[in-house]
């Protein structure tokens, strides 16, 4: 199946939020304000193959190289973790800001 990008708007399952679509055009993978995403691809992004479907919660800010900051994402029913690229419009200093304070 090759890659479809698709940028559209959905209601957060997290906190229940409207998410509009990627202001860059991009396609959007977790939501700007809680950043919590959704379990929906198994071996690549935008492949659609997991089987899981549950809420992906941010654990972790990262920064790589080439793609900038990543949120690391884990699925809270099998664990699997995720990188997703920070969007422009997400609240991450306010998550970098809660990790912060638990260290």
Known sequence: MPFKMINESFLCESCGKTVN??????????????????????EFPWDRKSDC??????IWIDYKKNKWWMI????QKCGK????????????IDFVREINKLK
């Not at 679509?21 to 198994?42: T, V």
């Not at 479907?53 to 941010?58: E, H, I, N, V």
Request: with cysteine; proline share 9%; hydrophobic share 25%.
């Open 53 to 58: 479907f549950w809420l992906m919660k941010p």
């Open 81 to 92: 973790e995720i990188l997703n690229k920070v969007s422009p419009d997400d609240n991450y």
């Open 21 to 42: 679509k990627h202001p860059e055009g991009s396609a959007r993978n977790h939501c700007p304000f809680c950043l919590y995403s959704k379990h929906l691809d198994l």
């Open 72 to 75: 690391k994402h884990s699925c």
